[in-house]
């Protein structure tokens, strides 16, 4: 790890956030905070990394080897999520930046925001808003925006992480089975009559796909073309991981002949989705800007976290929650 100058540390915060973050932040570095709602562009970013030793970032800023380069003050990145997709974390380990980051406790606001985006793409809860809005709802018809049973359906989880864990637990009030896929070796099976099964066996058999996996080289249009057209005809396919797991325009596809019955995003590959989206023209798509840990007792605490990171970083000890724990070893006054 770099060593701490003599000076106050400086640190550039991306985005505001709950000010009594900020007011912790302020009292251990002279700090700054993008003023605008959206990000920084990234020469700007670049430019406001050269001179600062912390940056607290969000998922919208890029944080390559490139602009880890020009930031040789640099010690620690401390990102408001969980998932690290947007920094390179290779590059920071190899320059002796600390990468922070926020588990746990978005756990289970994503899971509310999935399991809701469940529900109003199986009841069609955004079309009938939209009917009633423009005038349209004449009167109560027996075949009026027909959905979806939940009740008794078998859910699909890919990925049984803690967000996908979380996600069954809420299925169980609604008397659903549970499938699901894991990479890891290690398999928690603490939910009740929850069974694992291959990715195929997962997609043929459910009535509802949710995806909670990280975004990876592996994971990286994890479902495509091929993996839709294995899911049951009128499946319904969730996501609040990241918009790159799933191919769009398969899933565009998928959703335009009828094959799928719909799908709830909370994520898509760009962010924000371009408003000529052919995604965004298909009544069966229910989608939300990217909101799955959007309360404001989840935000606060993300924010805690990430604030605690890096102020742990310039007091010369090691964060709770570091990305590449290996860089503090390097350096004993952090362990």
Sequence with gaps: MRRMTKSRPQVFVTRAIAPEAIAKLRKQAIVEVWPHDTPPPYSELTRRARNVDALLTMV??????????????????????????????????AAGIAVGHTPGVLTEA?????????????????????????????????????????????????????????MGRRSL???????????????????????????????????????????TAQTKHLIGAKELALMKPGAILINTARGAVIDQRALYRSLRAGHLGGAGLDVSDPEPMASADPLLKLPDLVITPHIGSAT????????????????????????????????????????
């Design 60 to 93: 919208t800023d890029r944080i390559d080897a490139p602009l880890i380069a020009a930031a040789p003050k640099l010690r620690v990145i401390s990102n408001l999520a969980v998932g690290l997709d947007n920094i390179d974390i290779a590059a920071a380990t």
């Design 173 to 215: 009030g609604f008397n659903m089975r549970v499938l699901y896929t894991t990479r890891s070796a290690k398999d928690d099976q603490s939910i009740a009559g929850a069974k694992r099964v291959s990715m195929k066996q997962l997609l043929q058999q459910s009535d509802f796909v949710s995806i909670h996996v990280p975004l």
């Design 296 to 335: 404001h007792t989840t935000r606060n605490k993300m924010a805690d976290i990430a604030t605690d990171n890096i102020i742990e970083v310039l007091e010369g000890r090691r964060p709770r929650f570091c990305a590449n724990p290996e860089v503090m070893l390097r350096n004993p006054a952090c362990g």
């Design 110 to 166: 994503t899971a509310d925001l999935a399991f809701a985006l469940l529900m109003a793409a199986a009841r069609r809860i955004a079309e009938g808003d939209r009917e009633v809005r423009a005038g349209k709802w004449q009167t109560w018809g027996p075949a009026v925006l027909l959905g979806r049973d939940v009740f008794g359906a078998t859910l699909g989880i890919i990925g049984w992480g803690k967000i996908g864990r979380a």
